[in-house]
């Protein structure tokens, strides 16, 4: 091979899947973004003049306000959760002996490759006024009437948190990996208590993993679609739910337009910043 | 290793029964006897598996979506292999640019896809069209190949591929007979993975998907938004059997925790 087709060969291999990507990604978010800038009337349809004028309609109406508001809540709410009950479970898995450990990981990440409709089908099975946990507190007493989680903040958020835990799971749980079991086992013959190790220990060397969960957790939340839609329905609307209904239900594609931009800059922004931030931080605390 | 508490443990089996309380619940509602939703108390019964049999939109979404699965896997797979094996072995002048434009769709939201697709598709004729609907689930999918042949393809030594260009294999016969046998458990695993993607993808699908190319998670959501019964139950089963299986073949030969470390 000669040195000049050597310099060409990783432009060659990689040369179709940015043509595809070019031609079939770049071109359609760029379009997009123009469409954003494009009036909108319900008699003419999509009008020909630019302006800014749907992202002003969409950051000065009180109605995408409480939405983007509630979504952001959600995010929020939803990775805190996640943060919660994920990062124990990592712990456990951490701990459980090797046969055990391929056993949970396989119930604990599996279901991240069944389809959302399907396990937001199992929560609204679960939340409905007939279903399982109505019947419950009944039993207990902790309701007098039927009660139903769906068409809930609450009932969105236990679903949701159902969808995304896994990956905070799996997030810390690689961290966990990483750590030497001889810094704990240091801690505990040098005095401290578990809880001390636990503390000063383990949970520093998490944190990468946690922060990395984190932001997943909280980008696929707020760019969710189908258990919002689902389990909040029209009443309890979110950024995806409100650009469906303006792409698919009252047709303005330039207003859906800006609510997509809206939501991909913000996603973007969010992921890029907080790498930046996780690399500089652990870049110090590794030197 | 030390020992877990019970808290732990107490805490480990709640954490388990979360997991798969909403499965097992779709699970059970659908070997009801009975007309509507209810958990069968009385008698398991098959009649909503046949009720399937009755419904050929399902089967025709069911075939849809295992159709596009497979195209577009496979051709996610074509265009990730070559380019992993450029960015994991060669030093070029915007690699890095070039494998995070690869790995972009992973940060953007499905629907701003979905939404993007709709308005460039109608634009160029290609509204409702199979062809619209697996290039786009390419793009969605092609990240996730291409992150799984990365992971195969780096660090592996030139040394064999090295040898047999000096006995005179040429390119091809090379890339055939050592490199693509040294990669396949990354390649296979893409394949399955994207394969699995493009299978259970909603939010995108619902915006490029026509009446005539309908999926079967689409098909679903719009069932579910209508009414919640039996049918839509037993259509979950047959996928959750569907899933667990592919999922126990992914695990045993490339591993489970390999494929999500870094998803996201």
Redesign the interface.
């Known amino acids: 091979?000669s040195g000049a087709s050597l310099?060409k060969?990783?432009?060659a291999?990689?040369g179709?899947?940015?043509l595809?990507?070019a031609a079939?990604?770049g071109?359609?978010?760029v379009?997009?973004f123009l469409?954003s800038l494009h009036s909108y009337d319900f008699t003419l349809g999509i009008q020909s003049d630019w302006s800014l004028g749907n992202y002003a309609d969409v950051l000065t109406d009180s109605y995408f306000h409480k939405i983007f508001g509630r979504t952001f809540g959600l995010g929020l709410l939803v990775t805190v959760c996640c943060i919660l009950?994920g990062v124990?479970?990592a712990?456990?898995l951490s701990?459980?002996?090797s046969r055990w450990r391929s056993i949970?990981?396989?119930?604990?990440?599996?279901?991240?490759?069944?389809?959302?409709?399907?396990?937001?089908?199992?929560?609204?099975?679960?939340f409905?006024s007939?279903g399982?946990l109505s019947m419950t507190a009944q039993a207990l007493g902790f309701a007098d009437a039927p009660v139903s989680l769906m068409f809930t903040f609450t009932g969105m958020t236990i679903?949701l948190v159902?969808v995304l835990?896994?990956?905070m799971v799996?997030?810390v749980?690689?961290s966990l990996q990483k750590i030497d079991?001889q810094s704990e086992d240091a801690g505990l013959s040098l005095g401290a208590s578990k809880f001390t190790v636990l503390r000063r220990i383990t949970l520093p060397q998490a944190m990468p993993g946690i922060l990395?969960g984190s932001?997943?957790v909280f980008?696929?939340t707020t760019?969710a679609?189908?258990t919002p839609?689902?389990i909040g329905g029209r009443r309890m609307k979110v950024v995806?739910t409100a650009?469906?209904d303006e792409?698919?239900g009252t047709l303005n594609?330039p207003l859906?337009?800006a609510i997509?931009?809206l939501?991909?800059l913000a996603?973007?922004v969010i992921?890029v910043s907080f790498n930046k931030f996780i690399e500089r931080r652990y870049a110090k605390v590794f030197e | 290793?030390?020992k877990?508490g019970p808290g732990?443990?107490i805490?480990?089996a709640v954490?388990?029964v979360?997991?798969?309380?909403?499965?097992?619940?779709?699970m059970a509602?659908s070997f009801t006897d009975k007309g509507y939703?209810?958990?069968p108390t009385d008698g398991l019964s098959l009649r909503w598996f046949y009720a399937i049999l009755d419904n050929p939109a399902f089967i025709d979404a069911f075939w849809m979506s295992t159709w596009l699965g497979l195209v577009s896997a496979t051709l996610a797979v074509i265009?990730?292999v070559?380019?992993a094996?450029?960015?994991a072995r060669?030093k070029?002048p915007g690699?890095d640019v070039?494998a995070a434009?690869?790995l972009?769709?992973l940060?953007?939201?499905?629907?701003?896809?979905g939404?993007?697709?709709?308005?460039?598709y109608s634009?160029i004729g290609l509204g409702g069209s199979f062809a619209g609907l697996a290039?786009?689930h390419?793009?969605l999918i092609?990240p996730y190949a291409?992150r799984l042949a990365l992971a195969s393809a780096t660090g592996l030594s030139v040394d064999a591929e090295h040898a047999a260009?000096t006995l005179g294999a040429n390119k091809f016969t090379v890339f055939r007979k050592i490199t693509l046998p040294l990669i396949l458990p990354g390649v296979a695993g893409g394949w399955m993975l994207s394969f699995?993607t493009s299978?259970?993808e909603?939010?995108m699908s619902?915006?490029v998907a026509s009446p005539s190319t309908t999926t079967?998670?689409v098909r679903?959501?719009h069932h579910?938004?209508q009414t919640?019964d039996p049918l839509?139950?037993s259509v979950?089963t047959v996928?959750?059997v569907m899933?667990?299986v592919?999922?126990?073949i992914?695990?045993w030969f490339y591993g489970?925790?390999k494929v999500?470390?870094?998803?996201?």
Request: a positive charge.
């Open positions: 091979m310099r060969t990783p432009y291999l990689t179709p899947g940015v595809f990507f079939l990604l071109a359609p978010i379009m997009t469409l009950i124990p479970e712990y456990v701990r459980l002996s949970f990981l396989l119930i604990v990440l599996g279901p991240l490759l069944i389809a959302v409709v399907v396990r937001t089908l199992g929560w609204a099975l679960l409905g007939t399982i679903a159902h835990v896994p990956f799996i997030a749980w690689a079991p990395s932001i997943i980008a696929l760019s679609f189908a839609a689902i995806a650009a469906y792409y698919l594609w859906g337009a997509a931009v939501l991909l996603n973007v992921i | 290793m030390r877990l732990a443990l805490f480990h954490f388990v979360f997991i798969l309380a909403p499965l097992v619940m779709v509602v939703l209810s958990l265009l990730a070559p380019a094996l450029a960015i060669h070029f690699r070039i434009f690869l972009s769709p940060m953007i939201p499905h629907l701003v896809l939404v993007a697709f709709l308005q460039f634009s290039a786009a390419i793009i092609t291409l260009l699995i299978f259970d909603l939010t619902i915006f079967l998670p679903m959501y579910i938004t919640i839509i139950a979950s996928l959750i899933t667990v592919l999922m126990l992914l695990d489970l925790d999500f470390i870094g998803k996201g």
